[in-house]
C-alpha cells in the first residue's frame, strides 16, 4: 500500500506542474516581427480589430516593427495572449508570445 500512495502523490504533482507550465499566471507578451509582405494598412487594422488599440498607437507600432524588426504589441497573461496571438497568425502576421522575468 505505501507504494501506491507514493506514485499517486507523483502523479498528482506531475498533473500540477502541467498546469502550471500552461499558464502560470504571469505577465507575457505578445511580440510581432516585421515581413516584406503585410502592408502598413493592414497591420494597423489587424492591431486595431484584434488587440482594441486606437489608430495612432496601430500606427506607432507598425513603424516601430518596419524600423526595428519587432515590437511589444500587448502586454496580459498567456491566456489572454494566446487568441490574439492566434488571431494575428491567422491574418499573415508573424506573432509569438514570451514570458517576461
Not at 516581427?33 to 480589430?49: A, G, K, L, P, S
Not at 524588426?69 to 490574439?84: E, H, N
Not at 496571438?85 to 517576461?100: F, P, Q, T
Request: hydrophobic letters at 40%.
Amino acid at each position: 500500500m505505501l507504494y501506491d500512495s507514493t506514485v499517486e502523490e507523483l502523479e498528482e504533482v506531475l498533473v500540477e506542474e502541467e498546469v502550471e507550465d500552461t499558464d502560470s499566471g504571469r505577465v507575457s507578451q505578445l511580440i510581432v516581427y516585421n515581413d516584406d509582405h503585410n502592408t502598413f494598412e493592414w497591420v494597423i487594422q489587424c492591431f486595431m480589430e484584434v488587440l482594441g488599440h486606437t489608430h495612432a498607437q496601430s500606427e506607432q507600432l507598425s513603424l516601430i516593427i518596419h524600423f526595428k524588426g519587432k515590437a511589444t504589441v500587448k502586454t496580459a497573461p498567456k491566456s489572454v495572449l494566446k487568441p490574439k496571438k492566434d488571431a494575428l497568425v491567422e491574418r499573415g502576421l508573424s506573432a509569438v508570445i514570451e514570458e517576461m522575468d
